[in-house]
């Protein structure tokens, strides 16, 4: 599976972005997706997860209601909307795949993991 994110960008604090993850190879809609994001000088986090189905999605508790993830298997596609933008969210955004279910949280069992996109959030 390769992953590619994008979306990313420069946002005033209270903005909004949609973050895209675009999978390709094997058939991803059989795959569980997540987001993280590493801020500098900080360790990779969890930011959302969604089963293969869609039909349900885990949320960091400090991001529930603000950020919404949701996939289109057809577009082989996750997305990441992202409401009332923080400077604290500001990070690189990571997209990765993994087949297990359960532990969406450990960014450890994930198999596959896209570059990367930079959002920053001005003050």
């Known amino acids: 599976v390769q992953l590619q994110a994008s979306g990313g960008g420069l946002v005033q604090a209270g903005g909004s972005l949609r973050l895209s993850c675009a999978a390709s190879?094997?058939?991803?809609?059989?795959?569980?997706m997540g987001w993280f994001r590493q801020a500098p000088g900080k360790g990779r986090e969890f930011v959302a997860a969604?089963?293969?189905?869609?039909?349900?999605?885990y949320y960091a508790d400090s991001l529930k209601g603000r950020f919404t993830i949701s996939r289109d298997n057809a577009k082989n596609t996750v997305f990441l909307r992202m409401n009332g933008l923080k400077p604290e969210d500001t990070a690189v955004y990571y997209c990765a795949a993994k087949r297990a279910t359960l532990h969406y949280s450990d960014s450890s069992g994930y198999d596959y993991w896209g570059q990367g996109t930079q959002v920053t959030v001005s003050s």
């Open positions: 969604i089963s293969w189905s869609g039909s349900s999605a």
């Open positions: 190879g094997r058939i991803v809609s059989n795959y569980h």
